[in-house]
């Protein structure tokens, strides 16, 4: 009896240890497609209404949040001027782009895509969370003649300083795990709720695809990018928005608004991360006011100098 019950624990350690084997082989295949993949980050379709308009209205270009889509600023464009010509991205990785791993270098190819669709017109980059520091990524894929400055919330803080690095590796492995396993419709109905986002609006988030795989992938994009030497580089103005309880933002706020040639910032007292969801109208408000400022400003020449 004792033999057998040995062998049987064999047996169960042996099968134990092939699934393991197995799970790791399909994580390490699941890893190369992903680089692959980002290698050769691909374009997908703009919004219908990306050549509509008049050719010289200024255009907003609203980049959402990690697991989001587009439809996270509907409450923002309820409020945004008429003046403005608007269209809500979908980034890599994220609702009708959600076949493709998120990049910083795809995010850039489809925003610079977006920018060439509308052009001559001018073009200002509107960011939350993940989409502030896509508008980062894709200011110099646009040329400075139509750039005429990036909005950028709670994203003021490189991965590599605001979050220690173990930590965050251990972060981007528990969030992996997880959404192989919740049912993503609920969770992200909850977690938008706890953002104070109205039911309606949640449901149109959740319509058009939320897609949680994509917040790891964005984590592995950020870590280690130091996003103020790229604010550096930007001609446009650069209007640096925080809620004062996202601490991380918040931490390294001054050392971004710092790099940026031409930066400024704003500060909501009393909200976190995700102002653009907390505080739609204030937000939407700030956008006007920096849209108003800027959109209708001289190019700049080219030597970089104010025409």
């Known amino acids: 009896m004792r033999r057998v019950l040995r062998l049987g624990l064999r047996g169960l350690l042996w099968l134990l240890g092939l699934a393991l084997a197995v ?9 190369w497609n992903y680089r692959a993949a980002v290698r050769q980050p691909r374009v997908a379709q703009l919004p219908a209404d990306a050549g509509a308009g008049d050719a ?19 409450a923002v464009r309820r409020h945004l001027d008429p003046a403005w010509r608007v269209i809500a991205l979908d980034l890599p990785g994220h609702g009708l782009r959600r076949d493709q791993p998120y990049s910083l270098e795809g ?15 001018p073009v200002l980059l509107v960011g939350d969370s993940l989409g502030g520091y896509s508008a980062i990524a894709a200011a110099s894929a646009l040329p400075a003649t139509q750039l005429r400055g990036l909005v950028i919330a709670g994203s003021s803080a490189n991965f590599d300083g605001a979050m220690q690095w173990p930590r965050y590796v251990k972060d981007i492995a528990t969030i992996t795990a997880m959404v192989a396993v919740v049912d993503q419709k609920d969770f992200a109905n909850r977690a938008l709720g706890l953002f104070g986002v109205a039911e309606a609006d949640r449901a149109a988030i959740i319509a058009a695809g939320v897609h949680l795989p994509a917040v790891p992938q964005a984590g592995r994009a950020l870590i280690h990018v130091d996003m103020r030497s790229r604010l550096a580089a930007i001609e446009a103005p650069v209007l640096i928005v925080n809620g004062a309880q996202d601490t991380r933002a918040v931490a390294q706020e001054a050392s971004f608004v710092a790099a940026a040639r031409h930066g400024t910032h704003y500060r909501f007292d009393d909200t976190g991360h995700g102002v653009s969801m907390r505080r739609p109208a204030d937000f939407a408000r700030v956008i006007n006011d920096f849209a108003r400022q800027h959109a209708a400003r001289p190019a700049p020449g080219p030597a970089g100098t104010r025409g």
């Open 23 to 31: 799970a790791l082989a399909i994580v390490a295949v699941a890893e």
């Open 56 to 74: 010289g209205r200024p255009v907003l270009i609203l980049l959402h949040g990690a697991g989001l889509n587009g439809h996270m600023w509907d």
């Open 107 to 121: 995010a850039s190819a489809t925003i610079a895509a977006a920018a060439r669709a509308v052009a001559p017109a």
